[in-house]
């Protein structure tokens, strides 16, 4: 009886595990048609290229049956030693593979990416000269000489932005910290200590997509503007800035077409047309050599192609993109009492000027607010002019001695919608910071109509409907971070300020010069 049972038993187990083995078979069986169909797709790599430093990986989308394979696509010089070996092996396995199963003809899209570059300067490097002192540095410590007129030496302090503004009460008008006193003519030195933290600034000058002049144009000529002297003492350091540039190698490379230079001053201050002592200016951007330069001024002449009007400088200097944040939200909230406002003084002198018009208008109006710059206070008052646009929902610009005008910046700053009545006010100057669609952030009323009174200011904009007004104040709004110039030493890394913008105009037009010399070249060699 024991043993029938044994036996009994015995057969039992020898079925089950006969049973298992199928089981497991066919699992396995299962298991590896999936994998080799897994398998059956081309996908196409690119490995680093060491020399240029860019990761890439590309899309392709191709029949699974064709062989599978990993393919190198970096030059073959740039490939480590030994990865060719390695995607042949798999390649030759993946087809030894392939020849098992051919599962039917189908299409599959690869997810796509790409990795920034490893150099995240590359294309971005700026060279900055050491110039002798006496094109930059010395002319701040006689900073008491430059101004005919007043003792300019607290405008340039502080990096050039001025005295701060610390008064408790001023802040709480304005939006805390990182707000100066900053002199509209100070711009070359606020540019020169913003590049000197710029992150992609290099020593090596080949490695320099464009080098940057630090000479302090605006400051020299202006101690010589007024007082008679004569033009060999306007031109001395213009003349020997220029001989100085051309014995470097940097300037033989290209003559002198990758580099750049801020001048603080308007164009007509650098371009006097004759050698009379009552000519105004110097003959600075004239001289040999110096039209090959990118010249970046706070408005150009608008007759050569060399010069690019950047902002004035206003008087916020964040720190972060918080505190641009937290301003462009104070402004957007503001209650805004007036219409418009007009902020400036008016010029007797000049009949061309539609100032004492405009003015006239804005007294005889309940919804103007006029701060006359010859009355009350102060017009360089940072928290008074603030104060002003901030309350406005348009502010008007004219042309004043020349056809722009700091006060441009400041409304805007204020989220105040600029009125223009002459195209070289703006749209023709500020083509890198300003949208080209220019109905979205202005109102173009052209000067005629004012001479001849055939518009008034306050129908006009009454006219502007709600709906139109609140998408041009958010389009100014926006237009903030583009019009500042950040604390020197400080990144921002959500916003590009004024500065930023002009390096990347600067950049953009050296490349191009380049290009075009590189395809003259070309044809050159072609045609002989």
């Not at 298991?31 to 890439?56: C, H, T, V, W």
């Not at 030693?81 to 390649?91: F, L, Q, V």
């Not at 020997?240 to 033989?252: D, N, S």
């Amino acid at each position: 009886m024991d043993m029938q049972m044994l036996r009994k038993n015995s057969i039992q187990l020898r079925f089950v595990f006969l049973t298992s083995s199928v089981v497991i078979c066919v699992s396995l069986l299962f298991l590896n048609q999936y994998y080799l169909n897994a398998n059956d797709r081309k996908i196409k790599f690119s490995l680093p290229n060491l020399n240029n430093a860019k990761l890439e990986k590309i899309v392709t989308t191709t029949p699974s049956n064709s062989s599978p394979n990993l393919t190198i696509t970096s030059n073959q010089k740039n490939v480590p030693e030994g990865a060719t070996d390695i995607a042949t092996s798999i390649g030759e396995s993946n087809r030894r593979r392939n020849i098992v199963s051919s599962p039917p003809l189908m299409k599959e899209k690869v997810e796509v990416f790409t990795t920034t570059k490893l150099d995240p300067c590359r294309g971005k490097y700026i060279f900055m000269y050491d110039l002798p002192n006496r094109f930059n540095e010395d002319l701040l410590k006689k900073c008491h000489t430059l101004n005919k007129w007043e003792n300019i030496c607290p405008h340039l302090s502080n990096l050039g932005l001025g005295l701060e503004i610390i008064k408790e009460s001023d802040r709480r008008a304005l939006s805390n910290e990182n707000w100066f006193a900053t002199n509209q003519f100070s711009l070359e030195l606020i540019f020169h200590n913003i590049v000197r933290h710029y992150r992609c600034l290099t020593n090596d000058s080949s490695l320099a997509s464009a080098i940057y002049v630090p000479y302090y144009a605006g400051l020299d000529i202006g101690r010589y503007l007024w007082g008679g002297f004569n033009i060999s003492v306007r031109d001395e350091l213009p003349k020997k800035l220029i001989e100085w540039l051309a014995q470097r190698p940097e300037w033989k490379k290209l003559d002198g077409k990758d580099h750049f230079l801020v001048g603080g001053r308007v164009g007509f201050d650098f371009r006097r047309k004759s050698d009379e002592n009552e000519d105004w200016g110097t003959k600075f951007m004239f001289l040999p050599g110096a039209s090959n330069m990118s010249i970046l001024l706070i408005e150009s002449c608008g007759l050569y192609d060399n010069e690019f009007a950047i902002p004035y400088p206003t008087y916020f200097h964040p720190r972060s993109d918080d505190e641009i944040l937290i301003w462009q939200n104070k402004v957007r909230k503001m209650k805004r009492n007036y219409i418009f406002t007009f902020t400036g003084a008016p010029r007797p002198n000049l009949t061309s000027s539609i100032r004492n018009e405009l003015i006239k208008q804005c007294e005889s109006s309940p919804n103007c607010k006029l701060a006359n710059c010859n009355k009350k206070r102060n017009c360089g008052d940072p928290v008074y002019v603030m104060g002003v646009f901030m309350n406005s929902v348009f502010c008007l610009q004219p042309p004043g001695d020349s056809y722009t005008r700091r006060s441009i910046f400041d409304s805007i700053l204020a989220g105040c919608i600029p009125v223009f009545f002459h195209p070289q006010s703006a749209y023709k100057q500020y083509l890198w910071h300003f949208p080209k669609n220019t109905s979205s952030y202005s109102i173009f009323i052209p000067e005629i109509d004012v001479k001849e009174k055939r518009v008034m200011i306050d129908m006009k904009l009454l006219n502007v409907s709600t709906k139109e007004v609140l998408a041009m104040r958010e389009e100014v709004i926006k237009l903030i971070p583009k019009i500042i110039y950040r604390y020197p030493s400080s990144r921002l890394k959500a916003h590009e300020d004024a500065f930023d913008v002009a390096i990347k105009g600067v950049l953009g037009r050296v490349e191009a010069i380049r290009k075009e010399i590189t395809n003259s070249s070309n044809i050159t060699v072609n045609s002989v």
